[in-house]
């Protein structure tokens, strides 16, 4: 059963059982306006007989047409019994903890210098070295995407002429 509040409009499933207040904002539940409880169940309607006219004429006399709930009201379907069992709260987590002093339990920071920085040289590649493999890297990508580029063009043109073998071998 539904009923509906009359200060925020909001519904309610009331299930079987009659409230009265709101229980988002203590309005005046309006009293439910559809037929009694299980008396939409009670009465099943027959099938319409096909009358004397055939198939294509309307049903003649005893068909019954079933009862249209008020508007604003619609049927939401709930599952039968009791309400299910409310949420548990959660327990509240406490208050932060407070230290007087940082605690030594964590990780330690050690800001000593090593010895490596301060005795030796600079390690590693020369600057040549990296510069001559940069622009090596540089050439490679660049023919990699002409290659890219002119295998494109290939695509269109072999939409509308088919290309030769040897065309086709060379840039696969």
């Known amino acids: 059963m539904i009923q509906v509040c009359s200060a925020c409009g909001t519904r309610w499933n009331v299930r079987d059982r ?3 207040w709101c229980p988002r904002c203590h309005g ?3 009293a439910p306006s559809g037929p009694a409880l299980g008396a939409e169940w009670s009465a099943r309607p027959t099938a319409p007989s096909l009358g004397s006219g ?3 004429s309307p049903p003649s006399g005893g068909g019954h047409t079933p009862a249209r709930l008020p508007t604003g009201y619609r049927w939401i379907a709930v599952r039968p019994g009791a309400a299910p069992p409310p ?3 959660r327990r509240p987590l406490g208050p ?11 990780l330690i920071d050690d800001f000593e210098a090593p010895e490596l920085h301060t005795a030796g040289g ?9 510069r001559t493999t940069l622009i ?3 050439v490679v990508l660049g023919v990699a995407a002409l290659v890219h580029v002119v295998r494109y063009a290939l695509l269109i043109v072999n939409r509308s002429v088919l290309l030769n073998k040897v065309v086709a071998f060379t840039a696969t």
């Open 136 to 138: 090596a890297t540089m």
């Open 122 to 130: 600079r390690r590693g590649p020369s600057l040549a070295a990296v």
């Open 87 to 89: 949420r548990r709260l």
């Open 54 to 56: 055939g198939l294509g």
């Open 18 to 20: 009659r409230r009265v």
């Open 96 to 106: 932060t903890p407070r230290y007087g002093v940082i605690p030594r339990w964590g």
């Open 28 to 30: 005046t539940l309006l």
